[in-house]
């Protein structure tokens, strides 16, 4: 319950001090990529029950001949790329966590498609609503690997606490600022996971 509160109410708070800030983005997604200006999927949440996503657009809608999305470096932009090196692109998850489908701190959530190729202990991630930030998004990103990221979310769900949220908050605040770990080795963000190597 003290995690609930303290989501909706910084949630709450920050979406209203950053307002002037999600209508700048806005209109700048607008006129650089077009319309859609939000991206919106489906992930996995608590026990991998589904819901919308909300994002920032970050990449063009270019497609190949047959209308398939171009490779995620060829549809990514300087402009997109510049959202998400300040996670600016994260600002609308604040929705989500007003909605009571993520928290602000917690295992970030996936792809749906992940879920099958999780190992037993993997995918205890989903025992706790998926964050804004977590554990292992302060702890390397998108800069370690599958298995390290998934050993670090499990650690966050076996000892969470709302003193650790706080410091992982501030520590959010410290990484975004450097803009440490945005992407894997040779990757606009992180390679697809395929699977456990366990």
């Known amino acids: 319950m003290i995690k609930r ?25 607008h006129r650089k990529l077009g319309s859609p200006v939000f991206f919106r999927q489906t992930r996995p949440g608590k026990n991998s029950k589904p819901f919308q996503m909300v994002k920032f657009r970050t990449m063009l809608d270019a497609t190949d001949k047959d209308g398939n999305p171009l490779p995620d470096n060829q ?23 007003l909605k009571g489908d993520m928290s602000l701190v917690g295992p970030r959530p996936l792809l749906m498609e992940y879920l ?46 709302f003193w650790l949220d706080v410091k992982i908050l501030f520590l959010t605040v410290k990484k975004v600022l450097v803009r440490d770990g945005i992407s894997g080795e040779g990757e606009v963000t992180m390679s697809k996971f395929t699977g456990s190597k366990d």
């Open 5 to 29: 509160s303290f989501d909706v109410v910084a949630a709450s708070f920050a979406l209203v001090l950053l307002l002037p800030v999600i209508a700048v983005v806005s209109l700048l997604i």
């Open 75 to 97: 549809r990514m932009t300087p402009f997109g790329h510049f959202l998400r090196s300040t996670s600016l692109d994260e600002l609308p998850e604040l929705w989500n966590v």
């Open 116 to 161: 099958p190729l999780y190992s037993r202990e993997q995918i205890r991630r989903h025992e706790v609503r998926p964050g804004v930030t977590g554990w292992a998004q302060i702890n390397g990103r998108n800069a370690i690997s599958w298995e390290d990221k998934f050993k670090l979310d499990v650690w966050y769900v076996d000892n969470q606490s």
